[in-house]
Nanobody, 119 residues
Framework: QVQLVESGGGLVQPGGSLRLSCAAS????????SGWYRQAPGKQRELVAA???????NYGYSVKGRFTISADNAKNTVYLQMNGLKPEDTAVYYC?????????????WGQGTQVTVSS
């Protein structure tokens, strides 16, 4: 079981920046990939960004060019740098880690951190 703890959420004005952190209870290199998802009220959870243990990244269409995902293996932490924030980025942001063992895939989720973009 991998424990994931998010931090860094808060209230920010449109156009501002935030950096989210996701601290894992074990080496993130042991995970196939780690990523950030978000869920706004009344909407489905959606991919924001993901990074594999090989360093490949993938972004949701609405955040490309504004958000950057990175990983610090020494600190077992995945970051999400969010720039140019918009009100529509308001959501609970969740960290997810995925472990693949043979043909089986295991997902681990953090508790979420609220990001509110408002003037």
């Amino acid at each position: 079981q991998v424990q994931l703890v998010e931090s860094g959420g808060g209230l920010v004005q449109p156009g501002g920046s935030l950096r989210l952190s996701c601290a894992a209870s074990e080496s993130i290199f042991n995970l196939y990939d780690s990523g950030w998802y978000r869920q706004a009220p009344g909407k489905q959870r959606e991919l924001v960004a993901a990074i594999t243990n090989g360093g490949s990244t993938n972004y949701g269409y609405s955040v490309k060019g504004r958000f950057t995902i990175s990983a610090d293996n020494a600190k077992n932490t995945v970051y999400l740098q969010m720039n140019g924030l918009k009100p529509e980025d308001t959501a609970v942001y969740y960290c997810k880690g995925r472990r693949i063992v043979g043909l089986a895939s295991y997902d681990y989720w953090g508790q979420g951190t609220q990001v509110t973009v408002s003037s």
